[in-house]
């Protein structure tokens, strides 16, 4: 009896003393955190000796191998460690749900990309998965707070604080098709104005005809980049303007919109007839591999200035754009909010927005994160002009360490990529300012209060959307039936919310 | 000196206790403080202020579980799934086991029982590849081999939800069923050679030999095998519905189960609680099927009753 009993204390104790440390933990947490907050100010110039070097770890959206990826690290290190007493760990290729998984578990990660179609800022600021820069920003990157329109970091802002630095990159971009040069050439396919769904569908065709194993439309990653026309998704495509390009600032059902339904229609059409890849939903290989085998002609694309370089270089095949009817250049806040952010994971948030500083401002850093290793990745084409190619034997298929700079704070102070026009970032400054701002630019949809809805919904959409837009399914009954399915899950009471918040933010912007 | 009786008892079974302790207290580390975590499901969770921090929020996270279909859904994907792997599982590996019991060369039996082992042991992404190498809608060996040659249009397989019940049950039993063959299969050759000689004598024919002798002495293996996979009846077998189908959005209504669910509200939609809240779910449904199947074996067949 006095055994169990004493079993029973045991077990009470045990049971005390892991909650208590789980307490523990997260108070030892404030206080580093604290702690850090004393030691790091004022020594943003101050060389920080060895023994405090904090490890900031940086999850990155372009591919390398790991060897690659840990050679850039060090060699951004050398610059980073005297400079601000930061080391660089680098992990590369990090989809959306590496990245949840990893801002949900606590796992070692500093900085970050957030890309408005794989991560809401606004759920994610919410939740205090990642943290207000406002403060940071003023102490350790003034020049960064200074450099960024005050147009633009409205685009991050949530509830009043800034919580993400918008990459330099498109702010606005245009949508269109993209495809194979020789090819469209070859077949006399005229790409100098732009396309309806009806020259599309005739030019498709041509190119099926003379090449009848090839699919003249391929998917990307098993889904379709989308909207093929100017559309602004607020966010997310739960609730969107149909057409940014107009005045109208009605929210609607962007599944039980025309548009979609007649895109949807000619995919499916095109799917049916061979003309689209069969089963793309299904399919892995992003469109680049597909251009590259010669299996695939085209895809819908987004465009925006220096594209057709971009494109060319990331192929290994001469690529041009044509701009869809209805997809003339246009800016909407996800263009723009695309942001490096600093996690709650940080145990450092200050060294992390000193390492984003330089990152921002830092030539040197910036194109080692960019383009990776002189040598390997890439060799000067001409130095006087800052113009870099591939080393000899290196391409876009093989480096062991992909360039997206747009993916990255700020390419524009990085290095040229031969065949880019010298003056690339120019004309994309133009681009951005010529582009058409959608009457919600800089609006950023706050979901916490309709979580219920966005979580069913979204289940709803992952569901339907990807064989949709890649003609798999029929639009004649999955579309009815996926709004049915919508309406069930709550879309009504998004869009009204939607609404009702963006009706709130116009009248605050008159 | 009954004070003493006790602790005399105590002696004699301390040895007993310690040797308990490395099980408990691994059942305790894995499977006890990670309730803890149960409590997210009430929450509005917050990474700044923590698990036992956040703000509650009561049932609020269930809502959208009962909001769509979607839990009516994933319970019953679960649940008929699982009850038909569990029958056919079961008479599939039996019938097995009898037929092996009655090859004569020894070799060969060694094969048969290798073979049929083989499927258990590969990784469920290389099995997913396997079937993607059968299914794959330009290339695939039933598209392009089978169907084509006799003049039928291919099946676009991933975006077709209506066969996909007969290829999960079928990969999974293909996978599974030489596993638990192998455990009749052990029974089996322990039944005493002189049943089998009796019953000869008294006339039995070969199915009479299997059905009296065979299956009576497998029965306790059965109920047993039977009532450890019921108790597992709401977990389902992760790879199978997540990777086999290759995640593809078309299949869902027939492929998500609750741990396929959970899995992709942690990572593709972000949200802690609420995919808390359907782990709870599962737990609490998984708890009454245990305990009512545990109750029928009890009603049928006692001492096979696990509590």
Redesign the interface.
């Given at each position: 009896?006095?055994?169990k009993k004493l079993l029973a204390t045991g077990?009470a104790t045990?049971m005390a003393v892991?909650?208590l440390a789980?307490?523990g933990s997260?108070a030892d947490n404030n206080a580093s955190q604290s702690a850090g907050t004393d030691s790091a100010a004022g020594s943003t110039q101050v060389a920080a000796s060895n023994d405090d070097v904090t490890t900031i770890t940086i999850y990155a959206y372009n591919n390398s191998t790991t060897e690659a990826a840990e050679k850039v690290a060090a060699a951004v290190s050398e610059i980073t460690e005297p400079a601000i007493g930061v080391k660089v760990n680098l992990l590369t290729g990090v989809s959306?749900?590496q990245l949840?998984?990893a801002?949900?578990s606590?796992e070692d990660l500093d900085l970050f990309f957030a890309m408005p179609w794989q991560?809401?800022m606004s759920?994610?600021a919410a939740?205090?998965?990642i943290i207000a820069l406002d403060d940071l920003l003023a102490e350790y990157a003034p020049d960064v707070l200074s450099g960024i329109s005050e147009d633009d970091w409205r685009c991050s802002t949530v509830s009043g604080s800034i919580y993400g630095v918008p990459m330099n990159k498109d702010k606005a971009q245009g949508r269109g098709f993209e495809m194979v040069k020789s090819i469209a050439d070859e077949l006399g396919i005229d790409y100098s104005t732009p396309w309806t769904y009806e020259d599309l569908d005739a030019n498709l065709r041509k190119v099926k005809e003379a090449y009848p194993d090839m699919y003249p439309l391929v998917p990307n990653g098993g889904t379709m980049i989308y909207p093929a026309w100017a559309c602004d998704v607020l966010s997310d495509d739960l609730g969107v303007l149909e057409n940014a390009l107009s005045d109208s600032t009605q929210v609607v059902n962007f599944y039980d919109t025309d548009s979609f339904k007649e895109y949807c229609k000619w995919v499916y059409q095109w799917a049916q007839e061979g003309l689209m890849m069969?089963?793309a939903?299904?399919t892995t290989e992003g469109y680049q591999e597909f251009f590259n085998s010669g299996v695939g002609f085209g895809t819908f694309t987004s465009f925006k200035a220096g594209f057709e370089a971009e494109e060319t270089r990331k192929c290994g095949k001469d690529i041009v754009v044509v701009q869809m009817e209805n997809g003339a250049p246009h800016s909407t806040t996800s263009m723009v909010n695309a942001s490096w952010c600093i996690a709650?994971n940080s145990k450092n948030p200050e060294k992390a927005m000193q390492m984003l500083n330089l990152m921002y401002t830092n030539p040197e850093v910036s194109n080692l994160l960019v383009n990776g290793i002189e040598g390997d990745n890439w060799v000067f084409a001409d130095e006087s002009k800052g113009v870099i190619t591939y080393p000899e034997g290196v391409d876009s298929s093989n480096t062991s360490y992909s360039s997206v700079g747009w993916a990255w704070p700020n390419e524009q102070i990085t290095y040229v990529w031969e065949g880019d026009e010298p003056d690339v970032w120019e004309q994309l400054g133009e681009f951005n300012k010529n582009a058409q701002s959608s009457p919600a630019k800089g609006f950023v949809w706050d979901n916490s209060g309709v979580?219920?809805?966005v979580?069913?919904c979204?289940?709803?959409v992952?569901?339907?959307?990807?064989?949709l837009l890649t003609g798999?399914?029929d639009p004649e009954t999955a579309i009815p039936q996926m709004n049915q399915?919508l309406e069930?899950?709550?879309i009504n009471t998004i869009i009204e919310a939607k609404q009702a918040q963006l009706d709130a933010w116009l009248a605050e912007q008159n | 000196m009954n004070k003493k009786s006790?602790f005399v008892k105590?002696r004699r079974y301390l040895p007993l206790y310690l040797m308990l302790i490395p099980g408990v207290v691994y059942i305790?580390i894995n499977n006890y403080?990670p309730m803890?975590g149960l409590i997210m499901a009430f929450e509005?969770?917050?990474?700044?202020?923590?698990?036992?921090k956040s703000p509650k929020i009561g049932l609020?996270?269930f809502?959208?579980l009962f909001?769509?279909?979607?839990a009516l859904n994933i319970t019953r994907n679960t649940l008929l799934y699982n009850a038909v792997f569990i029958i056919l599982g079961n008479i599939l590996a039996i019938t097995v086991a009898v037929l092996l019991n009655d090859v004569r060369s020894k070799t060969k039996k060694k094969i048969y029982q290798t073979l049929i082992l083989i499927p258990y042991l590969i990784s469920t992404v290389i099995v997913s590849y396997i079937v993607?190498g059968f299914l794959?809608?330009?290339n695939g060996f039933i598209n392009n081999s089978i169907l084509e040659p006799l003049g039928k249009n291919g099946i676009?397989?991933?975006?077709q939800p209506k066969y996909w019940p007969f290829i999960i049950t079928f990969v999974y039993l293909w996978k599974n069923f030489g596993y638990s063959s192998i455990i009749y299969f052990a029974t089996v050759v322990g039944i005493d050679k002189t049943y089998y000689e009796a019953a000869v004598i008294d006339g039995a024919t070969r199915w009479q030999q299997v059905r009296y002798v065979t299956l009576s002495s497998l029965k306790p293996t059965i109920i047993t095998l039977v009532l450890m996979s019921i108790g597992r009846i709401f977990y389902s077998d992760f790879g199978l519905f997540y990777q086999v189908p290759?995640n593809?959005?078309?299949l869902?209504?027939v492929t998500n189960t609750i741990d396929t669910y959970v899995y992709?509200?942690?990572?593709?939609?972000?949200?802690?609680g609420?995919s808390a809240a359907a782990g709870f779910y599962q737990s609490i449904v998984g708890f009454i099927l245990v305990l009512t199947a545990n109750m029928i074996v009890r009603k049928v067949s006692r001492e096979n009753a696990l509590f």
């Open positions: 009896m006095k055994m077990f045990a892991t909650t789980g307490c997260a959306s749900e949840n998984l801002l949900a606590g991560v809401s759920t994610m939740t205090n998965q069969p089963d939903v299904n709650n979580l219920n809805e979580t069913a979204n289940n709803v992952e569901k339907y959307r990807a064989g798999c399914l399915e069930a899950a709550g | 006790t105590w305790f403080i803890a509005k969770y917050d990474y700044k202020l923590g698990m036992f609020d996270n809502t959208y909001a769509t279909k979607d993607y794959n809608t330009q676009a397989w991933y975006s290759m593809s959005g078309a869902i209504d992709r509200g942690l990572t593709t939609l972000n949200n802690v609420m």
